[in-house]
């Protein structure tokens, strides 16, 4: 079933899905224009500890896209930033070659472990309320990262920018969601808004290399948004679907100590992976996701319903989260580093290389709402272009000719397009409407859990050996095999509820 025939049987039931508690939207046409929507909770006051106004401002579709979309778009800057000045921030905080995964990794832990509380909390207390927040300590965290002295001041900055980020991206979809009630609309919208995840990719390391120096890029983008910040208090309406109860705090704590330990075990590993603190690292990855799945099942306000991995379409979405960061993002996170220390290009020479893969994403997101096949397959096709892509690379790094890339950057950003595009509206679609932050917030977890493990396991294989040209063909053949298991994991969930 393709995504427009989709939309088309959820039209024919009703309204899509069934507005969510607390939730009362009015209609809108295809292209998401306002005709008369109530607020966030209807025409009657909530009830009990996250009651909130009688009927809040209705929302404003165009404006609330072009401001998520933004503030998506810099989030992503900001984590795509080192990919072109790793080699400048690692010289000037004396970073060794073993710590570098840290600096990569900050952001991608604090996203991971919060992405998911974050959704709950936006669903919970108000999408509105969470996005500025997270925007508003994106800003300051940034800034702050820009005066950092040392690895462990970085990375830690590092990680609180990935806790702001994870409050900004999981509420922004349930703002869209809200904006956007029609099933059509939301076709549109999360579209347009995966679009913006391309182009934040491709802007970042531009915007960092063409700055003086890596501190004064972090400048930047914390003024950026810092200024969305302050534009989005007169910008969104807020919306919520309280369940009550608490925020799941001990699902949180649980939850990162597990990514943190994993990480670090595969960090450690490239010195040799049948070392003691490399065993026990995984053990206790293991023993955290264990103690984990046992407060979620036992929570009365879970960070993620564990009964939605009966759902097909939900363990699609999270198989293709997962295997994006896995397979996709930890290649050409590492690539940029690897192609100036080997082909002695400048970072914005760099940047401008790694545009090609970045803006072909950026443009064939806008469009993959154009094609007539249903999201899964789109993930499919994007995984196995993705596959074609890091195949054409081998041998590149050893020859010294950045030409080699080419065929790859291309063929890898037309497969990245398709991930992006496809990635927002399966993720919305999946859960019940009034979840959507929740089931943004449980896909781009596992995104960044497959990015933060993949970039660890890619330098890991990289630097495994004597010759960095045989380390790369090593971890892109990995990422050629991870992407082919992500292509044939969404391509057997069916497409059901």
Known sequence: MTGLESAAVDEARGTGEAPGAGETHGAQDAHGARAGALGAHGARPEKGPHAGPPAAAPARPRATLALTSAATAV??????????????????LHTPLSGQAWLLN?????????????????DDYGRRRIFLAGTLALGLTTALGALTTSTWQFTLARIAQGAASAALLASALGLIVHAFPTPRG???????????????????????????NWRAGYGVLGAAALLLAALGTRTLAESRAPRGGRPDIPGALTFG?????????????????????????????VALIAVFVAVERRSATPMIDLGLLRRPRFLASSAGGLFTGLSVIAVFSYLPALVQQ????????????????????FAVALQVKRLPIAPRVQLALGFALHAAAVLTMLGAIGSGSWTRLLPGLVIGGVGSGLLNGALPLLAVDSVPRERAAMGSGAQQTLRYIGSGVGVALTIALVTSG??????????????AALATVGAISVLVLREGR
């Not at 800057?77 to 010289?91: E, G, I």
């Not at 549109?188 to 915007?207: L, M, N, Q």
């Not at 290009?345 to 401008?352: D, E, V």
Request: no cysteine.
């Open 75 to 92: 989030t992503l800057m900001n984590y795509t930033a080192p990919m072109v000045t790793l080699p400048q921030t690692a010289a000037a």
């Open 466 to 479: 004597n010759h960095l040209a045989h380390g790369t063909n090593l971890a892109l053949l990995v990422s």
């Open 257 to 285: 100590l597990a990514l943190v330990a994993l990480v670090a075990a595969l960090t450690l590993g490239r010195d040799g992976w049948l070392r003691a603190p490399v065993g026990l690292l995984l053990a206790a990855a």
């Open 186 to 212: 939301r076709l549109h919208a999360t579209g347009v808004w995966g679009a913006f995840v391309s182009g934040g990719i491709a802007a970042g390391p531009v915007v960092a290399a063409a700055l003086p």
């Open 342 to 361: 080997t082909m002695r290009l400048s970072p914005l020479a760099t940047a401008g290389l790694l545009l090609l893969w970045s803006g072909l994403s």
């Open 106 to 122: 900050g952001t991608p832990l604090g996203l991971a472990a919060l992405l998911l509380v974050a959704g709950s909390l936006a």
